[in-house]
């Protein structure tokens, strides 16, 4: 390990809540085993009321510290095709989000205590001025203590830096990046890993060294704070727990960032 870039603590975040109805998403109670942050869908991507409530029971149950995880209102493509919709109407969309998840997990005895958008509102956000202005604008208007977890870099962190918020950077444990730091896209091969050790590697000398490699081989400078899993991924269960047992074992406390 090297000492000079060693992570005392970090968190590992999950998106759950996503099943709707009788379609079941991932296996949330299970990842809350390994997970310290879970970004709970608020109905727009997946999840409906009963889904987002009992999320929110397990969540304070295991004593996971709840976020949410707003989108474009995009139920069937799962919130992963970008929608051309005015600032104004994400704005609207992003603040009602978080407002039905504050109602659900209040009566759960909890909060939301930060903000992570999901898919292609997520990556949109990187570059798009006018829908990162947008989402920062809600989680203002929601509560400016808010924490808005993202991708390092990207414009939606220089603008909510900008307006006083607070920044939580991000890394992807089941993803590729590009040489630009950016999440390849899931059109191309190759995009979401699902090697338990590779990723559980790639992980630990993130925490460490603060490096993520590329798919070119390019090293990346990458300081995160957060690192996600997706409980949509195959083996998600299993990998979040060899990325937890990996991290502890190099000297890496799991923990919330807030």
Not at 21 to 38: E, H, P
Not at 57 to 64: F, L
Not at 72 to 100: K, M, N, W
Request: include cysteine; hydrophobic fraction near 45%.
């Amino acid at each position: 390990m090297n000492a000079a870039h060693a992570t005392a603590q970090i968190d590992l975040n999950s998106d759950v809540g996503e099943s709707f109805g009788s379609y079941t998403m991932g296996d949330d109670a299970a990842i809350f085993r390994s997970v310290s942050s879970a970004n709970v869908a608020c109905g727009f991507h997946g999840g409906d009321p009963s889904i987002i409530a009992q999320t929110c029971r397990d969540a304070v149950a295991a004593g996971i510290t709840v976020g949410a995880h707003v989108s474009y209102h995009d139920l069937a493509g799962f919130g992963r095709r970008f929608l051309d919709c005015s600032p104004t109407e994400l704005a609207d969309d992003v603040l009602y989000q978080i407002g039905a998840l504050e109602a659900m997990a209040a009566r759960s005895g909890t909060a939301v205590r930060y903000v992570k958008p999901h898919g292609a509102l997520y990556n949109a956000i990187v570059h798009h001025t006018e829908h990162a202005r947008a989402v920062v604008d809600a989680v203002k208007a929601f509560n400016p203590d808010l924490p808005l977890l993202l991708l390092p870099g990207s414009v939606a962190a220089e603008i909510a830096r900008a307006e006083g918020l607070q920044v939580v950077s991000e890394a992807f444990a089941d993803r590729a990046y590009t040489p630009e730091g950016t999440l390849l896209s899931r059109s191309e091969a190759g995009a979401v890993l699902q090697d338990e050790r590779e990723v559980t590697a790639r992980m630990v000398r993130l925490a460490t060294e603060g490096v993520l490699t590329a798919v070119d081989g390019t090293d990346l400078r990458v300081e995160a704070a957060s690192i996600c899993v997706h409980s949509d991924t195959p083996g998600a269960v299993a990998m979040a727990a060899a990325v937890r047992a990996g991290l502890e074992e190099a000297g890496v406390r799991i923990g919330s960032f807030v």
